[in-house]
């Protein structure tokens, strides 16, 4: 990377640190190495020789500080996951995370819409349920289908492998996704709010709907570029969260991984009702930059082929 280009990166890190400074949101550092990981099956942790697990995202640490009564946070450092390589994922990338105690999604997605307007020229970001973009593409009422209802979706609008493909209903909602839905918003701004309840990772769910979880993600020209969650506080619910991942792991013959107590008593203790995200910063540069992958704007990556 030429001097130009390290130059141009160090000035947008300046630009998101100034950003939270404005705002007196403190900046914090947390481990990177951890003795647990998440045990969402749709993320795969990478694990030293040692037994521990590099940082899939700071969220754990993160939240275990709020408990402790930190106040607004945030982080920006490296995280990793052993997924596969592509022009929009590295094994280690530069994420920015960030939790506002006392905010509803609503605000937190307000002040997402703040920051990414300050590196992309958008005239606004549309807002969308997850049902609302199932619809335009054609899947009606998505909260009151099922696994074989999506799959007949599927064969009649003539998707690709989807009479070899035997999924459960999630599979079919990241299938539909991946397929359908990121194509649509392909050339636009939009948060994907309210993410069905199987869905709601760490998001405690919707008081209006329990059928939704209180998520969103913004995706930039068909590209997620950030997730974030009206954070779930509940540690028993959590626990049964988890709990339920690590068995679909089991189902799917994946590695088993421990749970994270220590976020589970950091909830118990009364962690603050807040929103959170993740954003991840060489997405948004590449896009900043009109880059057609991340590779481009990393002072170091692993090739992709």
Same mark, same amino acid.
């Given at each position: 990377m030429k001097r130009e280009q390290l130059r141009e990166r160090a000035t947008f890190i300046s630009a998101l640190r100034a950003f939270f400074s404005e705002r007196d949101i403190l900046e914090v550092d947390t481990p990177l190495l951890s003795s647990s990981t998440t045990p969402d099956p749709a993320i795969e942790s990478i694990i030293t020789t040692n037994a521990h697990y590099l940082q899939t995202s700071p969220e754990s640490f993160m939240k275990r500080l709020l408990a402790e009564g930190s106040g607004s946070i945030y982080q920006l450092a490296p995280a990793f996951r052993a997924e596969e390589m592509s022009p929009i994922h590295n094994a280690e990338f530069l994420l920015l995370e960030w939790y506002r105690p006392g905010f509803t999604m609503e605000q937190l997605m307000a002040e997402v819409e703040e920051l990414v307007?300050?590196?992309? *020229?958008?005239? =606004?970001? %549309?807002?969308?349920? #997850? +049902? %609302? +973009?199932? %619809? =335009? #593409?054609?899947? !009606? *009422? $998505? $909260? *009151?289908? *099922? &696994? !074989?209802?999506? !799959? %007949?979706? &599927?064969? +009649?609008?003539? $998707?690709? =492998? +989807?009479d070899e493909m035997e999924l459960d209903w999630d599979g079919w909602i990241d299938y539909f996704m991946v397929l359908l839905i990121q194509p649509r918003f392909a050339h636009a701004a939009i948060f994907l709010t309210h993410y069905p309840a199987s869905q709601a990772a760490l998001a405690r769910l919707s008081p209006e709907d329990s059928r939704v979880a209180e998520r969103f993600e913004l995706l930039l020209n068909g590209i997620e570029i950030a997730n974030g969650f009206r954070e779930l506080t509940d540690a028993k619910e959590q626990r049964t969260r988890f709990e339920k991942e690590l068995e679909k792991r089991r189902v799917l013959n994946m590695d088993e991984v421990p749970l994270d107590e220590e976020l589970l008593q950091a909830l118990a203790s009364g962690m603050p009702e807040c929103s959170g995200v993740a954003v991840g910063v060489d997405r948004l540069m590449m896009i900043s930059q009109g880059k057609d992958t991340i590779q481009e704007v990393m002072p170091f990556s692993i090739e992709v082929a």
């Amino acid at each position: 990377m030429k001097r130009e280009q390290l130059r141009e990166r160090a000035t947008f890190i300046s630009a998101l640190r100034a950003f939270f400074s404005e705002r007196d949101i403190l900046e914090v550092d947390t481990p990177l190495l951890s003795s647990s990981t998440t045990p969402d099956p749709a993320i795969e942790s990478i694990i030293t020789t040692n037994a521990h697990y590099l940082q899939t995202s700071p969220e754990s640490f993160m939240k275990r500080l709020l408990a402790e009564g930190s106040g607004s946070i945030y982080q920006l450092a490296p995280a990793f996951r052993a997924e596969e390589m592509s022009p929009i994922h590295n094994a280690e990338f530069l994420l920015l995370e960030w939790y506002r105690p006392g905010f509803t999604m609503e605000q937190l997605m307000a002040e997402v819409e703040e920051l990414v307007s300050n590196f992309v *020229d958008i005239p =606004s970001i %549309e807002q969308m349920t #997850v +049902a %609302e +973009a199932f %619809e =335009s #593409v054609g899947v !009606k *009422d $998505l $909260l *009151d289908t *099922d &696994a !074989k209802t999506l !799959k %007949e979706y &599927a064969l +009649a609008m003539g $998707l690709p =492998s +989807a009479d070899e493909m035997e999924l459960d209903w999630d599979g079919w909602i990241d299938y539909f996704m991946v397929l359908l839905i990121q194509p649509r918003f392909a050339h636009a701004a939009i948060f994907l709010t309210h993410y069905p309840a199987s869905q709601a990772a760490l998001a405690r769910l919707s008081p209006e709907d329990s059928r939704v979880a209180e998520r969103f993600e913004l995706l930039l020209n068909g590209i997620e570029i950030a997730n974030g969650f009206r954070e779930l506080t509940d540690a028993k619910e959590q626990r049964t969260r988890f709990e339920k991942e690590l068995e679909k792991r089991r189902v799917l013959n994946m590695d088993e991984v421990p749970l994270d107590e220590e976020l589970l008593q950091a909830l118990a203790s009364g962690m603050p009702e807040c929103s959170g995200v993740a954003v991840g910063v060489d997405r948004l540069m590449m896009i900043s930059q009109g880059k057609d992958t991340i590779q481009e704007v990393m002072p170091f990556s692993i090739e992709v082929a």
